[in-house]
C-alpha cells in the first residue's frame, strides 16, 4: 500500500501569537491564523474546497470555522483527539488532498483556554463516557511518575534527574527569547529551576508548560498545483498516530520509562519517510515538551538517542540550536504553553518555516527533514502523532 510520502504540500501557513488573548475571541484567532496562511499561500478563502477543524474545548461542530471565514457550503469536520488534534487535523486534510477527492484544503487547529474553563474543562483529565468512579491523575501527577520511574530505572540521582531536566528547560526558554510568537520570551538559569517552587514532585514550576490561547493554520495541495503557487512549499513525507488500548498497563508490562503510543506513531511516519536511522537523517524536530520529562523520553522513542543515553545527550548540547539535533527551536510548549489544538500546527509551522529559511534568529543552517511529535491523554491510552516534512528533492 502507497504511503503518503511526497503526496501533498504545505503551501501556506499561518500561526497567531500564543498567550493571553483576554481582547480577543477565538474566532479573532482563527481569521488571524487562516488570513496569514491565505496570504502566504497566495490564494483566496473561496479557493478551499473542504477545511477541517480541530479543537477540543472550541465547539462541537465546523461551524465556528466555517462562520469565521464564510465557507458557505463546503464540508467543514470538526476533529478532535485530545493534545493531537491539531496534528490530526493536519492528517486528514493531507490524506483527503492524496485521495484525490479535494485539491486545496485547510487544517485549522484553535484554542481559547485562559478564560474558558480556567484552562482544561475536568472532561479533559479521563477517559470518555466515564463514570465517578473512574477518576485517574490528573496531568502534572501522571507525568510526575514518569520522572520518577526514570530515574530509578537508569540509576539516576533526584540531583542528577532534576539537572538534567533542568537543561531541557533552559534551552527551550533560550529558543523562546528567539520568537515573537512565543506566550514565554525570557531566559531562565539552571539555577532558577533547581530552586523553583515544587508542583509535583520530582517538577518544579519551569518543568511544566503553561495554558495559553492560540490558533494555527496551513494550507494543503498537491504537488503539482504547489509548483505553480511557490518554489519554497514544503512536502508531507510521513504521517503516523497511535492510540494505546491500556492493555499494556493490565498486563504488568507497563515500565514507565517509554510511550508505546509514540514508538508505534513514529514508525508508522518513519516508514513513509523512509528513514532508517532518525538521530542522523533528521534535522530538527518539535515535541510534546508539556513536561520536561516528556520531552526526555521522547528523545529516546522517537529514535534521537538510544534507551537511556538521552540525558547524556541532553548534557552534551546535542539537541542545542547548535547541536546535532535541535529540539524545540521555536520554545516549545515550555514557551508557547499549550493550546491543545493549536499546538500541533503550530510545530508544523515552525518546520516549514525553518525549512524556507525564514526562521530569524533562530534560523538552522540545514533543515532538509523536520519531525514533529504529540501526545496526550491518560497512560497506557495516549493519542500519540508524529509527522515528517521535508523539502522536495
Given amino acids: 500500500m502507497a504511503g503518503i510520502k511526497d503526496r501533498v504540500a504545505i503551501v501556506g501557513m499561518g500561526c497567531t501569537k500564543f498567550g493571553e488573548h483576554w481582547d480577543k475571541d477565538l474566532t479573532d484567532l482563527v481569521v488571524d491564523a487562516c488570513y496569514e496562511a491565505f496570504e502566504d499561500a497566495g490564494i483566496d478563502s473561496k479557493d478551499i474546497k473542504a477545511a477541517w477543524y480541530g479543537t477540543v ?17 463546503i464540508p467543514v469536520t470538526h476533529t478532535e483527539n485530545m493534545c493531537c488534534t491539531g496534528t490530526d487535523t493536519f492528517r486528514n486534510a493531507c490524506y483527503a488532498v492524496a485521495s484525490g477527492v479535494y485539491d486545496m484544503v485547510l487544517a485549522c487547529g484553535a484554542e481559547k483556554l485562559k478564560d474558558h474553563w480556567g484552562g482544561f474543562s475536568t472532561d479533559d483529565l479521563g477517559p470518555w463516557n466515564r463514570s465517578m468512579v473512574q477518576w485517574d491523575l490528573p496531568p502534572a501527577s501522571q507525568f510526575a511518575q514518569y520522572a520518577v520511574r526514570y530515574f530509578h530505572h537508569y540509576g539516576l540521582s533526584y540531583e542528577e534527574g ?9 534551552k527551550n526558554h533560550h529558543n523562546g527569547t528567539f520568537n515573537p510568537r512565543a506566550h514565554f520570551q525570557r531566559e531562565i538559569t539552571i539555577e532558577q529551576v533547581l530552586n523553583a517552587p515544587m508542583m509535583a514532585y520530582p517538577f518544579g514550576l519551569y518543568d511544566c508548560c503553561g495554558v495559553s490561547d492560540g490558533c494555527a493554520a496551513a494550507i494543503i495541495t498537491t504537488p503539482e498545483i504547489a509548483k505553480s503557487l511557490r518554489k519554497d512549499y514544503i512536502l508531507v513525507k510521513g504521517l503516523g498516530i497511535a492510540i494505546g488500548s491500556g492493555q499494556a498497563k493490565l498486563t504488568g508490562g507497563y515500565d514507565w520509562v517509554h510511550f508505546g503510543e509514540a514508538v508505534a506513531a513514529a514508525k508508522q511516519a518513519y516508514e513513509d519517510a523512509n528513514i532508517t536511522n532518525p538521530r542522523e537523517q533528521v534535522d530538527m524536530a518539535e515535541v510534546h515538551d508539556c513536561f520536561t520529562i516528556t520531552e526526555l523520553i521522547t528523545m529516546e522513542d522517537l529514535g534521537f538517542s538510544p534507551r537511556g543515553k538521552a540525558p547524556q545527550d541532553v548534557l552534551d548540547g546535542f539537541f542545542t540550536l547548535e547541536g546535532g539535533l535541535p529540539v524545540n527551536t521555536d520554545g516549545g510548549l515550555k514557551c508557547f504553553g499549550h493550546p491543545l489544538s493549536a499546538s500541533g500546527l503550530r510545530m508544523l509551522y515552525e518546520v516549514y518555516k525553518q525549512m524556507q529559511g525564514k526562521a530569524e534568529r533562530r534560523q538552522l543552517k540545514k533543515c532538509d527533514i523536520g519531525v514533529t511529535h504529540n501526545i496526550g491523554g491518560l497512560a497506557g491510552q495516549y493519542a500519540c502523532s508524529v509527522a515528517v516534512l521535508g523539502r522536495p528533492n
Fill in 162 to 170: 532534576k539537572r538534567v531536566l533542568a537543561h531541557i528547560s533552559v
Fill in 57 to 73: 474545548e472550541g465547539g462541537l461542530t465546523g461551524a465556528l470555522l466555517g462562520t469565521a471565514l464564510k465557507l458557505d457550503y
